[in-house]
């Protein structure tokens, strides 16, 4: 398991080019009636949608998606924000409104809609997690590992497309899960998109017996994964 990282690098699919492939029409559909009346008028669905996609694909906050759309205004309008982008907190109420089954099914949309276009091909699929520390007075918190040492809160675990690191599925657990745990629901989450996955790629945290087994013969997937001594 590894700390929180932001990516870079020359073969990794744009963001820019992700959110002009894709088609929002059915996808607002699904989230129609379920941001709200009360209080401000509801930001633009598409454009909260929009924004989640960088969130996901940067390994972000809501909080520090809030900082980045204040501080790159280009992305602000990409995601099709007029004037001051929304704060964290209007980030997370949207989520909680929508639920994480929407969230979930707009990212798998995503995703399909990649494949379906030639923008992705999901051949291999790279499983990880990640450290998302938290204040101390949060009760459903719990004390995690990290090679770096001990951190308190949670993990993101993901599967992405090792070769775009397009995220095709995550989970989140308390920090004290281990990352092994969460491998095979990953991994037949990612399977469930209309491709062939041949490699399910990861670091030593992920060298399982079982792991190995149960992907090559449910899936036929091979599993490339150090020793862990």
Not at 27 to 37: A, F, H, Q
Not at 84 to 112: M, W, Y
Not at 129 to 151: H, M, N, P, Q, R
Request: charged share 25%; net charge positive.
């Amino acid at each position: 398991m590894k700390k929180k990282t932001k990516s870079k690098g020359k073969g990794r699919l744009k963001l820019t080019a992700l959110v002009k492939l894709l088609d929002f029409t059915n996808i607002n559909l699904s989230v129609e009636g379920r941001t709200g009346k009360r209080g401000r008028p509801p930001r633009n669905p598409e454009a909260m949608l929009k924004a989640f996609i960088v969130l996901v694909f940067k390994g972000f906050s809501e909080r520090e998606l809030e900082t980045f759309l204040r501080n790159y205004p280009f992305w602000s309008r990409l995601c099709g924000f007029k004037g001051t982008p929304p704060c964290h907190a209007t980030f997370s109420n949207f989520k909680r409104r929508i639920g994480e089954d929407t969230l979930k099914k707009v990212q798998k949309d995503f995703v399909q809609q990649l494949i379906d276009a030639g923008a992705v091909k999901l051949v291999k699929v790279a499983v990880d997690s990640s450290a998302l520390s938290t204040v101390l007075k949060d009760t459903e918190a719990k004390w995690g590992c990290t090679k770096d040492g001990y951190f308190f809160g949670y993990k993101i675990h993901i599967a992405c497309c090792a070769d775009s690191e397009l995220p095709v599925a995550i989970s989140v657990t308390t920090g004290n899960v281990h990352d092994s745990t969460q491998c095979l629901q990953l991994m037949k989450e990612a399977r469930a998109y209309k491709t062939q996955i041949i490699y399910m790629i990861a670091d030593s945290a992920y060298d399982s017996i079982d792991i190995y087994e149960t992907l090559k013969e449910l899936y036929n997937i091979i599993s490339v994964v150090p020793y862990n001594p």
